[in-house]
């Protein structure tokens, strides 16, 4: 890799992206014919991120936990691996949620790391590498703080309440079909209401790429929202129909039979 770089500079490689929407199109309808495929999330991020993801990264390596993370070649993955230690936390904490999240679900870090990894071969920065693959360890994270469950419709309100973060069109994209689909699903339900929620709660939270995430998992989880100004998503948490019909599991009941 090349050598790390912790500060901007003329010599900061460029890591703006042109947008291939017909790539991100074909990439969504699949997403949606087959929701567990989160390789094409991947897919549709890369291909929408323009230059939300270097103006991103700049902000990251000019804040005090950038600099640190980047002086340090901090790996997020390398934390969050170490069960031992996560399931140690006390309970309530963001980490011990965190993992009890994981168990309960049937998802793990790694997962993730297995269905990006060809994603990530052109970067040409040690820095903008790990501050991708920050984002990509933090997403289950952002669930556990935002309040969204690994549901369908969760995951529509949580990359809504992402694109408010980020400014990263893919987020916006798959937000925006993940809630057209589901309304046809469930038309008396409040799909749209709440996706729109979790955009205006995004923008009201505090910016979650800039923080020690480390730091924060042994803290208690109510603490860490209050202080990060995270409401409850309360219009998402009443459409209990919603979210039980899109959890994966419902998806896999409904292949078996």
Not at 42 to 57: D, H, N, P, V, Y
Not at 143 to 152: N, V
Not at 166 to 176: E, H, P
């Amino acid at each position: 890799m090349p050598s790390s770089t912790t500060v901007i500079s003329e010599k900061t490689p460029n890591i703006s992206r042109k947008r291939e929407w017909r790539k991100a199109w074909r990439a969504l309808q699949q997403l949606i014919a087959t929701p567990e495929d989160t390789n094409q999330v991947f897919i549709i991020m890369r291909a929408l991120t323009g230059k939300s993801f270097e103006s991103q990264f700049k902000r990251f390596s000019a804040s005090p936990v950038g600099k640190e993370v980047l002086a340090e070649k901090r790996d997020l993955l390398d934390t969050l691996v170490n069960r031992d230690y996560i399931r140690s936390l006390p309970e309530g904490s963001f980490g011990k949620t965190y993992y009890d999240f994981c168990q309960r679900e049937g998802i793990s870090p790694e997962g993730l790391v297995d269905a990006s990894n060809d994603h990530y071969d052109d970067f040409t920065s040690e820095d903008t590498l790990r501050f991708a693959m920050r984002g990509r360890e933090a997403h289950d994270l952002w669930h556990i703080l935002s309040g969204y469950g690994r549901d369908g419709f969760g995951e529509a309100c949580v990359v809504a309440f992402s694109y408010a973060q980020t400014k990263n069109l893919g987020f916006a994209a798959i937000a925006v079909m993940g809630a057209y689909h589901f309304k046809k699903e469930f038309p008396k339900a409040a799909v749209w209401t709440a996706v729109w929620q979790a955009y205006r709660l995004g923008r009201k939270t505090a910016w979650l790429s800039g923080v020690d995430i480390e730091e924060m998992l042994p803290r208690q989880l109510t603490e860490l929202r209050e202080e990060l100004n995270i409401f409850t998503p309360d219009i998402y948490a009443a459409q209990k129909d919603v979210i039980q019909g899109t959890h994966p599991d419902t998806y896999a009941l409904a292949a078996a039979e």
